[in-house]
Nanobody, 119 residues
């Protein structure tokens, strides 16, 4: 059973860089054709896909966040990381990591982590 666990700071100030890590167990992030995504849900809004890193290391980002987003991985630790720069209060959300055997499938989810941006 694949399990994902997010970790990172819960409170940031505007202009700082958000950094979250997703540790994956029960499966390898290099398993062929698997994609590993970051998704967020602002308060009172729906889910918003941020981007993914594929089994090959290829990345793809939401056009609306692309200029501020970077997703990387550490295969030795079987984890992947989200960095979102220049955060504002509008980036306040519950952030989830997810994975699945297709770029649009999210079969496995972390429990989510609250990130608040406030001065």
């Amino acid at each position: 059973q694949v399990q994902l666990q997010e970790s990172g700071p819960g409170l940031l100030k505007p202009s700082q860089t958000l950094s979250l890590t997703c540790a994956v167990s029960g499966g390898s992030i290099t398993t062929r054709y698997y994609f590993w995504s970051w998704i967020r849900q602002p308060p009172g809004k729906g889910l918003e896909w941020i981007g993914y890193i594929a089994y090959s290391g290829t990345t793809h980002y939401s056009p609306s966040l692309k200029s501020r987003t970077s997703i990387s991985r550490d295969t030795s630790k079987n984890q992947f990381t989200l960095q979102l720069s220049s955060v504002t209060p509008e980036d306040t959300a519950v952030y989830y990591c997810a994975g699945g055997p297709d770029s649009t499938r999210h079969d496995y989810w972390g429990q989510g982590t609250q990130v608040t941006v406030s001065s």
